[in-house]
């Protein structure tokens, strides 16, 4: 079947207008990365390709230039799903999710790289046919993807086991010293989106519905304000919620309800104490902030030392505003309700109840009130910086380890998996693993469970993020280049929410 | 100008006499290659100093006046931040090689700290990350590996770099960085590439997509090329040699472009004038930038060519 542009009212050439009616040689289009629209459907040649059906399609880039969005009418209501190939990689064929029955749609390619030449499709199928007997296809058009933020670093993938890692996409935050990205990293160490947000961000996290990536600006003082970013992946507005004391993480709700961090203080012996604690703030959809825990609840602070003073205080604050519980992670269980967060004053996991505010339990390695009590001739909870609820009696956690002491001041940080045994109290490690290079992180660091049972580690300092299996083998390793470091972030096995096109 | 002349018919006899495969024909759609790509390698030479372990040591650098790629700084103005990084694994050799190199990854580094200087100094107790005070004498003990202080400018160019050893029956506790503190040697190699041969007096565009390497001998990633550049030098082509940092000085004219992607017309150049192309005189030099790598270095250079 042959086809004419004008007859399809598609674009005669899917690029950048300045080129289209243009005397631009071709050889320079090629080099620009735009290309003629085909004679003939390339992405998938077996699908017949109806004129008729397709009264528009138009891709355009997105703010972030390796997001392509396409954008489509029919003359009919129609499912449908973008067919689209990198030309680089011509026999990879990808597919997005199936939108719902109608006569436009849109829906944003991601996980591309920069700079790279896009052919993409409109799939159309009548609603309900999920056999895809009666396929019919739009005509191909391409368009080159744009480039990324060059304060990027390089990545360099160390360790690449292809057939033993967990194909995936690490959404992350890179923190550099002047300025901080959120970013998607592929399955081969590539970034294939970033944008520039406020400096730092710590945590960079796709949201629930797929549409947008989350980040957080924390606040410096106590009393300062920290912020919640809402970047849309393809187009849209960036939006802002300031959260007042909000720092360090946070976690979003299948809902979209926002749970982060927050900082409170207490007075004590006779108001001549002056101890930062934490809270959680929970900010719903519609903008309501509420704290929902208060570890000055469920905690009385031992008052028999002075704690380090903190960094977060407001000027010559007196009393001294005292370091205390130090809370830096948070993480959600949506099976349970629960909230899980890790504290530096008691070596603490803390299983928190969403709906009550009320310690579910505390998991610790050095004595004192608990709950759970490590059983290990190894340390296995020191400065913990990252929990998460594996299964109800299942714990995974990072701990930076003793750094800074004069102890041991160059600790190896570490992951451990710590099954929590209710006939005897006791929580027993089934995983303890650091880096054979020994990296040190006294900054965040985070580990996580992914799909198929691999977990990776964010050793956010060093740059590094590694995947490993249940044989402690890395099978993924990707570093940055010196000078950049990683935040917080999470695994996806796709990129693609198929309820939200 | 007859001193000029000799010059670029030397370019021009590089291109005859076969140093590379010379195009026949000037470009106006310029692919570049690697062919085309200079060489560049530096041998770095760097102070280091045994001091108390655990001490709050004092750093200064009241009589520095050059960076370390050789531009004059004022001490108290231009360094604005000094960095302090803890690589356990790597000997002060290893660090040298990997600086002047650029292949140190960020996982080499257990520890990376920051002080905004008080006037001329930073003591250890005054590095932190985010705000956050780490105690970094409480990690600066002996046997943490090799401990780097660089003093870095408001683009991150390192004006100074030391190391700092902790020795635990080491009295020393202030250190002073001067010119001589670390010093790079730079050889660049410019009669193995290939020039561009480019028409005379017409703008042109460049696409950088085909490199694999840069000029330092590493992997390219060409989403790390941020800036293109553009000049004539009035010495030969050796002279770059000296001047492969100082190009937006001494190149005359000039013109620079912010660039993303692999191509960029060179009509879109900003300098002084519009750019028109080449002409016959000096060595015309295009260089091609990553501003945000540790060595300010060109990722690619080479000379551009008339018939």
């Given amino acids: 079947m042959t086809f004419t542009a004008a007859k399809l009212r598609l674009p005669p050439l899917s690029c950048p207008g300045t080129f289209r009616h243009s005397r631009v040689p071709v050889i320079l289009l090629l080099l620009a990365g735009c290309q003629p629209a085909s004679d003939g459907p390339v992405v998938d040649a077996d699908c017949p390709v109806d004129q008729d059906l397709f009264a528009s399609l138009a891709p355009r880039l997105a703010p972030v230039e390796t997001v392509v969005v396409a954008a489509w009418e029919t003359t009919e209501a129609v499912e449908a799903r973008v067919l689209y190939v990198d030309t680089n990689d011509p026999d990879s064929t990808l597919s997005t999710p199936w939108s719902t029955s109608g006569t436009a749609g849109l829906i944003n390619l991601l996980g591309l790289r920069p700079n790279r030449t896009i052919e993409l499709q409109i799939e159309a199928r009548g609603a309900g046919d999920a056999t895809d007997s009666e396929r019919r296809c739009s005509p191909s058009a391409t368009l080159p993807t744009g480039s990324l933020p060059s304060a990027l670093p390089e990545t360099v993938v160390t360790t690449f086991d292809e057939g033993r890692d967990v194909l995936g996409w690490h959404t992350v935050a890179v923190i550099r010293s002047d300025d901080s990205l959120a970013t998607i990293v592929d399955a081969e160490g590539q970034f294939v989106w970033a944008t520039e947000v406020a400096s730092p961000v710590f945590r960079a996290t796709l949201s629930v519905d797929g549409t947008a990536m989350l980040s957080n600006q924390p606040a410096d003082l106590w009393t300062g304000t920290g912020t919640l970013w809402r970047t849309p992946l393809g187009e849209g507005d960036v939006t802002r919620i300031d959260v007042v004391g909000s720092h360090t993480d946070f976690v979003e709700l299948p809902d979209g309800t926002l749970a982060t961090l927050g900082w409170t203080n207490r007075l004590y012996a006779d ?171 006294p900054f965040l660091g985070e580990a996580r469970r992914i799909d198929g049972g691999n977990t990776t580690i964010t050793w956010s300092p060093a740059g590094r993020i590694s995947q490993i299996d249940a044989d402690l083998s890395v099978v993924f390793q990707v570093d940055l280049d010196l000078g950049a470091a990683f935040g917080f972030g999470e695994w996806s096995a796709d990129l693609y929410r198929s309820d939200d096109l | 100008m007859a001193s000029r002349a ?59 006046t050059h960076d370390l790629y050789g531009g004059a700084l004022d ?129 042109f565009v460049v696409d950088w997509s085909g490199l694999t390497h840069d000029g330092l001998g590493n992997d390219l990633s060409i989403d790390t090329i941020d800036r293109l550049l553009v000049g004539r030098l009035d010495g030969s082509p050796d002279s770059l040699e000296a001047e492969v940092y100082d190009l937006d000085n001494t190149a005359d004219p000039v013109w620079t472009l912010d660039v993303s992607g ?46």
């Fill in chain 2, 75 to 203: 001490p108290a103005e231009d360094v604005e931040r000094v960095a302090l990084l803890a690589m356990p694994q790597l000997s002060p050799a290893e660090v040298t090689e990997g600086l002047a190199s650029d292949k140190l990854l960020a996982s080499d580094a257990a520890l990376i700290v920051f002080c905004e200087p008080d006037g001329t100094r930073c003591p250890l107790s005054d590095f932190e990350l985010f705000g956050s005070d780490l105690d970094v004498e409480a990690y600066f003990v002996e046997d943490t590996g090799t401990w780097v202080a660089a003093l870095l400018t408001a683009d991150d160019t390192i004006a100074s770099v030391g190391f700092l050893l902790p020795e635990a029956d080491s009295l020393l506790t202030e250190v002073e960085f001067t010119d001589d503190t670390s010093t790079l040697t730079v050889a660049v190699d410019l009669e193995s590439l290939t020039p561009v041969l480019v028409p005379a007096d017409q703008s």
């Fill in chain 2, 6 to 64: 000799p010059r670029s018919i030397r370019i021009a006899a590089l291109v005859l006499a076969g140093c590379g495969p010379a195009p026949a024909e000037p470009c106006t759609l310029c692919a570049l290659t690697d062919a085309n790509n200079y060489s560049w390698s530096g041998a770095l030479e760097v102070q280091q100093w045994q001091l108390q372990a655990g001490a709050d040591v004092q750093l200064s650098w009241p009589q520095l």
């Fill in chain 1, 271 to 441: 108001d001549t104490r002056n101890l930062l604690g934490d809270t959680i703030i929970e900010v719903s959809p519609d903008g309501t902030q509420t704290i929902v825990w208060d570890i000055f609840d469920h905690f009385v602070p031992s008052l028999s030392g002075q704690y380090a003073p903190s960094p977060a205080a407001v000027g010559d604050e007196q009393p001294q505003l005292e370091e205390w519980s130090h809370v830096n992670s948070i993480s959600y269980d949506a099976a349970s309700d629960d909230y899980l967060v890790t504290g530096s004053f008691n070596h603490s996991v803390m299983r928190i109840d969403r709906g009550t505010g009320d310690m579910v339990w505390t998991l610790t390695d050095g004595g004192g009130a608990t709950d759970w009590q490590v059983n290990s001739e190894e340390r296995e909870l020191e400065l913990p910086h990252s929990a998460q609820l594996i299964d109800d009696h299942t714990v995974l956690a990072f701990s930076r380890g003793p750094v800074g002491s004069e102890a041991d001041p160059a600790a190896c940080a570490w992951v451990t998996e710590l099954a929590l045994d209710d006939s005897t109290g006791a929580a027993n490690p089934l995983l303890h693993y650091s880096s054979n290079d020994c990296v040190t992180v």
């Fill in chain 2, 262 to 307: 692999s191509s960029a017309d060179l009509g879109a150049l900003v300098g002084e004038t519009a750019f028109g192309g080449i002409d016959g005189e000096g060595s015309w030099v295009l260089a091609l930038y990553c501003t945000a790598c540790l060595n300010p270095a060109p990722r690619f250079a080479t000379l551009l060519a008339s018939p």
